[in-house]
């Protein structure tokens, strides 16, 4: 009745941005992911007791989406949820992803409930679409109900620099950001014709390990993304100054020929995507600008797993 799973935050290359099923969260277009080593969430749940109770990082939080989450899952006793992150939750880095992929494996474990990998796949999919991609970890794609692993982490060891540019939780979540881009943006229509091109892409691209060509399509992908939800009525902001200063900064270290490329997600803070050799560079590089907060260099990591707690 009492289980504790790990899992991995992820960053997408291609990105998710639109859904074709609301209720269901199914997405337009399929999307590919790599797992993040050190944005980890670490969850444990216990059934049983007299009521729900959910605590992240230490704070007692409202447990209605955790309860949402377990209904949906078939688990009916109360349930005691205990979650941390190992990275800066206010500063709204994506923790839906790791926190749903962590709660799908910790409470299906904590229920004695048998699932594959691609039917916790799907449930985690419930709490938040990226969660998906959490389970299988790795370079993972998500295209229909459930996320499944192309490449293990060993298949390519790059790094990612996640700057932070800002400190506090994101204006627009994503669920809101995705429907307004779906139901306003006149350009939404074009994006996911985009990622439907990209997606087999940069597959192609990851198989032979073409860092150039990965590199240039994930910003391609994120910049169109953010261009979809620019032209959403009200328009969807979600840059800062220092998110700007990072791609310029990214730009010159490619013209004086350190090979680095941004992706962003709904939200301020920029990845930057480079070979392992580079990484202290692009990491002093971003550190130094005015407005970023704090650089978190990042490798590969695997999939959502039950662990023995310390
Ligand atoms: O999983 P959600 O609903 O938080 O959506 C994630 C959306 C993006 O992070 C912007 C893109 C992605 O594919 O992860």
């Known amino acids: 009745m009492k289980a504790t799973a790990v899992a991995h935050a992820n960053i997408a290359l291609v990105k998710y941005w639109g859904k074709r099923d609301e209720a269901l969260i199914l997405p337009e277009a399929g999307s590919l992911s790599v797992a993040l080593d050190r944005l980890r969430t670490v969850t444990t749940v216990e059934l049983g007791g007299g009521r729900d109770v959910f605590e992240?990082?230490?704070e007692p939080q409202d447990p209605a989406r955790v309860r949402a989450f377990l209904d949906a899952a078939g688990i009916r006793e109360k349930a005691r949820v205990v979650s941390r992150n190992d990275f800066p939750t206010a500063a709204g880095l994506a923790s839906s992803a790791s926190g749903f992929a962590a709660l799908a494996v910790a409470a299906c474990a904590a229920a004695g409930q048998k699932r594959s990998a691609e039917e916790l796949s799907a449930l985690a999919r419930l709490g938040s679409g990226s969660a998906a991609r959490s389970v299988p970890g790795g370079w993972a794609v998500w295209e229909g109900e459930s996320?499944?692993?192309?490449?293990p982490p060993e298949h390519w060891d790059l790094r990612f620099c996640v700057a932070l540019c800002a400190a506090g939780p994101k204006t627009t979540g994503s669920r809101d950001g995705m429907r307004a881009s779906r139901e306003t943006s006149p350009y939404h229509a074009a994006w996911i014709e985009q990622c439907r091109r990209d997606l087999p892409e940069a597959l192609r691209l990851l198989a032979l390990r073409d860092l150039p060509g990965l590199?240039?399509?994930a910003e391609r992908n994120a910049l169109r993304?953010?261009?979809?939800a620019l032209a959403a009525d009200p328009p969807l902001l979600y840059w800062e100054p220092a998110t700007v200063a990072c791609l310029q900064a990214l730009r010159e270290l490619r013209a004086g020929g350190?090979?680095?490329w941004p992706t962003i997600d709904a939200g301020p803070h920029v990845v930057a995507i480079c070979a392992a050799p580079d990484a202290k560079q692009v990491e002093?590089?971003?550190?130094?600008?005015g407005g970023v907060k704090e650089v978190l260099t990042c490798s590969p990591a695997g999939g959502a797993r039950v662990v023995v707690p310390l």
Not at 225 to 228: G, K, L, P, S, V
Not at 284 to 289: D, S, W
């Open 284 to 289: 002093m590089r971003l550190r130094a600008l």
């Open 258 to 260: 350190v090979p680095a």
């Open 56 to 58: 992240l990082d230490g």
């Open 225 to 228: 993304m953010h261009a979809d």
């Open 147 to 151: 996320a499944r692993q192309v490449h």
């Open 215 to 217: 590199g240039a399509l």
